[in-house]
């Protein structure tokens, strides 16, 4: 089976879960780093925790009842820093975080829980202690891997730098990707992993530096080796030039994010603009929309919950439009027990598992959303039809197959007598989160007055019982 274009056919009812894995779960203190700090301790841009994949396979039971299905791991290869972004060695998971065996381990385990994990791809640039990079330092132009990187004056120099690198950091040294031979050991990693552990598929970091012409070869290696592998690419802005097709099945959605943070949080748009915008970005998506990677956060954005000032309510919202909208929806780890962070280095602490440390209403609110995302095809398939706007309160509806859930958000102040029709023969309606009925007279839910910072997400009465809540949150 080639590759036709298509999505994954997991990837629109995948719910990601991204894990930072030095912060994530210390399953074997045996490979801990030396220097390991404690689990509390507040993250600078080089202490290790001593988080590993024996962590994560330890919590697959916790992951699991949250609901995620799809795990993304930040980079496991060795390196030299906790984030893993300037790897040492492809073909090698790092130590610290188990080698090898623990990754086909983690597969293996996430695989009979019918749960997917991608990895994150590294390749537009590695770390100092790669071979290549390393033959140079020390042959310099008489090495046969001098044309593996941008070098542009010898001896090599970090201070000026004399060859090219990522981010103006000397220990990125990007690769040359017009070098066939880069390509085809680049290529080769990408099937050696889909071979050798099974992964589902993975994250490419920063593809906009390099040539789309790598990535449309990247794309048939890997559907090639494996036609349900995901690939997803890190991109920040214009995302229309990498879903033809030819390169990847979605990129990260910061788009999205930045839209519903507009709405939810400054109030830069109104709920009129808000929908048009979403439309929009609907549309430009087209047919890739079912395979954008959602977010709110990320390893590179402050927590969610900083962001909104702790307000649960406003995060709500947000939530309930993330998870309601076509693509996969992801959470970044900690992110459901409500942790706490400004930008990196700080949005990357150590995962509070203590329950005097974790928000429990936060926790439900994603539970239960993730619960009825995977009930309701029509939050997965379907895109949102207006039902009514006023000032800061949007109104949606979803409707795939039979099957229809309506969504009301009010980020701004609260609103009087309201009637918003339901477009529906369902003539009663349950909120997940509060488990109230909301009958319908006349085709319209009447509200006599909808709260500021409301969020509502309605489904038929006669489909309730799997979301219907143990309490009111």
Not at 78 to 88: E, I, L, P, Q
Not at 354 to 374: D, G, M
Request: glycine residues 8%; aromatic residues 12%.
């Amino acid at each position: 089976m080639g590759d036709n274009g298509q999505l994954p056919s997991w990837a629109a009812d995948a719910v990601f879960y991204q894990i930072f894995p030095d912060r994530f779960y210390n399953g074997c203190p045996e490979n801990d780093p030396h220097g390991t700090r404690p689990w509390e301790e507040l993250p600078t841009p080089a202490n290790f925790f001593g988080g590993d994949l024996q962590g994560i396979s330890q919590k697959l039971d916790y992951l699991q009842h949250l609901g995620v299905n799809a795990l993304y791991l930040n980079p496991i290869f060795v390196a030299r820093t906790n984030h893993k972004y300037d790897t040492g060695d492809y073909t090698q998971v790092d130590p610290a975080f188990g080698g090898n065996q623990a990754l086909k381990d983690l597969v293996a385990a996430c695989h009979a829980r019918r749960m997917r994990i991608i990895l994150d791809g590294v390749f537009n640039h590695c770390g100092m202690e790669f071979f290549a990079f390393q033959d140079v330092q020390q042959h310099g132009p008489a090495s046969p891997y001098a044309d593996w990187f941008t070098v542009h004056s010898y001896p090599l120099n970090t201070s000026p730098l004399s060859y090219m690198v990522c981010g103006d950091a000397p220990y990125l040294p990007k690769l040359n990707h017009q070098n066939p031979a880069v390509q085809e050991y680049l290529l080769n990693v990408a099937r050696f992993w889909l071979e050798e552990a099974g992964i589902d598929g993975w994250r490419l970091d920063v593809p906009f530096k390099i040539p789309f012409a790598f990535w449309r070869e990247f794309r048939r290696v890997v559907k090639e080796t494996n036609p349900e592998a995901y690939l997803v690419g890190e991109v920040w802005r214009e995302a229309e030039p990498w879903l033809q097709g030819d390169t990847f099945d979605g990129v990260t959605n910061y788009r999205l994010r930045e839209l519903i943070l507009d709405y939810c949080l400054t109030h830069t748009l109104d709920a009129e603009d808000f929908a048009f915008e979403v439309a929009q970005l609907l549309h430009a998506h087209g047919p890739a929309a079912r395979g954008m990677l959602n977010l709110l956060g990320s390893h590179d954005t402050p927590r969610i919950l900083t962001l909104m000032k702790g307000d649960v309510d406003r995060l709500r919202i947000a939530l309930t439009v993330l998870f309601t909208l076509p693509g996969a929806p992801m959470v970044y780890y900690g992110d459901e027990v409500g942790m706490l962070g400004e930008n990196d280095p700080d949005c990357r602490r150590p995962m509070a598992w203590e329950e005097s440390r974790q928000n429990k209403a936060v926790h439900e609110i994603t539970r239960r959303l993730i619960q009825c995302r995977k009930q309701h095809p029509a939050l997965r398939q379907a895109e949102p039809e207006t039902l009514f706007v006023l000032n800061g309160a949007w109104a949606y509806r979803q409707a795939y197959q039979g099957d229809e859930v309506i969504v009301i958000v009010n980020p701004r102040s609260g609103l009087d007598h309201l009637q918003i029709p339901v477009r529906s023969r369902m003539t009663e309606w349950v909120d997940i989160f509060s488990g109230k009925n909301w009958p319908i007279l006349g085709g319209c839910i009447q509200i006599e007055h909808l709260a500021a910072r409301f969020c509502s997400l309605l489904v038929p009465a006669s489909r309730a019982n799997d979301t219907s809540p143990r309490r009111t949150i």
